[in-house]
């Protein structure tokens, strides 16, 4: 299956520092990109969906100001969490799809642990 | 609005069958997936229905009725490594993938 890389995998952060999180489709062009985050013991919340080349969607309540999007090419995502705070702590992960996967799984990349203290 | 419902946990014991219902309520289909989810680990996928029936691979199969909403994931011969959380998943007319909660198995011996 197509393989989505996600760095780092676990980072821990000084409260009010930015921290940023990349996603790569290693094998495929990824024409959509999906972060998640996932607090313990619940299940995955979309937070964001991005096209190559075009600005992030984010679902409601989410501040994209906080959470800056970046899709610029299509093996690359970013997503950075700026001024991060003890309540972003939490497991970030990324999905990616392209026009072929339409019909099967989005693939997954390994997840980032954030630990804000 | 948008539902997916799973139970929140089962217990199992090894070398038994076990099955995960999901019903769900979404605006359009176009699949359902099951995922199996470790415990600080990223999903990984199980298996994809978008047709009524079952569909089978190796230890695990997954059913699908489109008219009642309903699909179930069926675990045989359990191991203590299918200890993990078990999240069913619809996309939904936008090509959007709509979670649900995920079940917590438990595998005893």
């Known amino acids: 299956g197509a393989v989505v890389s996600q760095h780092p995998s676990w980072v821990i952060c000084k409260s009010g520092t930015s921290v940023k999180i990349e996603c790569r489709s290693l094998d495929f062009q990824a024409t959509t990109m999906f972060w998640y985050r996932q607090f313990p013991k619940q299940s995955l919340m979309l937070m964001a969906t991005?096209?190559?080349?075009?600005?992030?969607?984010?679902e409601q309540g989410v501040e994209k100001d906080k959470f800056l999007i970046n899709h610029a090419s299509l093996t690359l995502s970013t997503l950075t969490v700026t001024s991060a705070h003890p309540e972003d702590s939490s497991f970030y992960i990324c999905?990616?799809?392209?026009?072929?996967?339409?019909?099967?799984?989005?693939?997954f990349g390994q997840g980032t642990r954030l630990t804000v203290v | 609005g948008q539902n997916i419902d799973q139970p929140t946990e089962m217990t199992a014991t090894e070398g038994a069958i076990v099955q995960i219902n999901c019903t769900y309520q979404?605006?359009?289909?176009?699949?359902l997936f099951w995922y199996q989810q470790h415990a600080g680990e990223a999903p990984t996928f199980l298996s994809y229905?978008?047709l009524d029936g079952l569909e089978e691979k190796g230890r695990f199969s997954s059913f699908l009725s489109r008219s009642k909403g309903y699909s179930y994931l069926l675990l045989k011969e359990l191991q203590m490594k299918d200890s993990a959380s078990y999240l069913c998943a619809v996309r939904d007319s936008n090509y959007q993938l709509i979670w649900g909660a995920g079940t917590k198995l438990i595998i005893k011996p």
């Open positions: 999905s990616a799809r392209g026009e072929r996967e339409r019909e099967t799984e989005a693939f």
């Open positions: 979404t605006s359009g289909f176009n699949g």
């Open positions: 991005s096209n190559e080349g075009s600005k992030a969607t984010y």
């Open positions: 229905n978008v």
